[in-house]
């Protein structure tokens, strides 16, 4: 042992110094207090303190942390650069790791639920009512953003004979959907190849998608796969997520909206930004609305499997519905549910006429 030096002792509870005598030995550091305790640390456990800035006073503390002892005197210096005490900075204080730790693991649930399960409850709780004058906006955003991504002006087709045909698959459909379920679905000369569901039940088919189609229970396939995020009401739960919930009571409580936030939503509405759950939420439901209309989900198997072909992003005409997940997985469900039978989605007339309802002058 050395001599007895002269310290400060702090406990590591309160503020307050406490006189102390301490010896720095090879093996272990005596601290005798002015009332008699003593604690002896071992000198492989002893550590440079937060704030020892390797002159002045030596700030020691121990592995764990906690109290702090402070020994102004050049010795003790000595036996620090003598390479007795590890020439590192104490490890923050576990406690407060763990504090944290917790927080930020909070945070981080906090924003994983506000992502995923938290919108999906509001959306749940919010009226349809509320949906439906927010999904016209939404849609004309969507309108707009097609514009720029096109050659020429989008528009909505309402050909006649292909008008007709559409209304009456979208009757068969929303005949097979729970009561009450509200649909107005559109087809927009747009050559991308996708199908679009805003809230308040609004679809959006692009002309694209039509023109792709194999057949007509390909396009009865995806607008039922549509009208199972409406029934499940994902798109008011993404218009929450991007727009924010503020600015949809605003909206809807006739303050006016967010350009910019419903912006955000159309876009995410275009490249389809919906999770794996919910896209299975879709698929589950879109066979159920498909069995119940007395159409064959071969259709959609068929459409699955070959987006299943071009998940390449950059592959195809299908690339804007290929960041949906799994497609080869959808496709088997499909075709399980296929073997089930239905039959034909329309007529050969009517799907002449559907694939025509760009027609102009239509």
């Known amino acids: 042992m050395t001599v007895a030096l002269d310290a400060r002792y702090l406990d590591g509870k309160t503020a307050a ?18 009332d008699g305790a003593v604690h002896r640390w071992a000198a492989s456990d002893v550590r440079l303190a937060a704030g020892d800035t390797g002159d002045g006073p030596v700030r020691l503390t121990t592995a764990e942390g906690g109290a ?91 050909a006649g004979a292909g008008r007709a045909a559409l209304d009456r698959l979208v009757r068969r459909l929303r005949q097979a959907s729970p009561p009450g379920t509200v649909l107005e679905v559109d087809v927009v000369s747009s050559s991308i190849v996708n199908a679009l569901t805003a809230p308040g039940g609004h679809i959006l088919l692009l002309h694209g998608l039509i ?25 008011t739960g993404a218009a929450i997520r991007d727009m924010g919930l503020s600015t949809l009571i605003d909206f809807v409580l006739g303050g006016g909206f967010n350009g ?44 699955f499997a070959r987006l299943a072909a071009e998940e390449n992003p950059e592959s195809g005409a299908l690339r804007m519905v290929a960041s949906h997940p799994q497609s080869a997985e959808r496709a088997a469900m499909a075709a399980e549910a296929a073997a089930a039978g239905g039959g034909a989605a329309m007529s050969g007339a009517d799907w002449q006429a559907l694939r025509a309802i760009c027609d102009t002058g239509g």
């Open 68 to 158: 702090t002892l402070i020994v102004d005197s050049p010795e003790a210096r000595r036996w620090v650069d003598a390479g007795e005490v590890k020439r590192h900075r104490t490890p923050p204080n576990r406690r407060l790791q763990w504090v944290v730790g917790g927080a930020l693991g909070a945070l981080g649930l906090f924003a994983l639920a506000w992502t995923t399960v938290v919108p999906g409850l509001i959306a749940a709780a919010i009226p349809a009512s509320w949906e439906r004058p927010l999904g016209r906006v939404v849609v004309e955003q969507v309108m707009t953003l097609l514009n720029y991504m096109e050659k020429e002006p989008v528009r909505r087709c309402e």
């Open 17 to 34: 110094q406490h006189a102390a005598v301490v010896r720095l030995g090879e093996d272990e550091v005596e601290i005798v207090m002015a």
């Open 260 to 303: 910019g936030a419903v912006s955000t939503a159309a876009k995410a509405l275009v490249n389809s930004s919906y999770g794996r759950a919910a896209e299975r939420e879709a698929d589950e439901e879109a066979l159920r609305v498909l069995a119940g209309a007395g159409i064959s989900a071969r259709g959609l198997q068929a459409f």
């Open 211 to 235: 023109e792709d189609a194999k057949s007509p229970e390909e396009v009865a396939g995806v607008l039922a796969h549509e009208i199972g995020h409406a029934l499940h009401r994902h798109p």
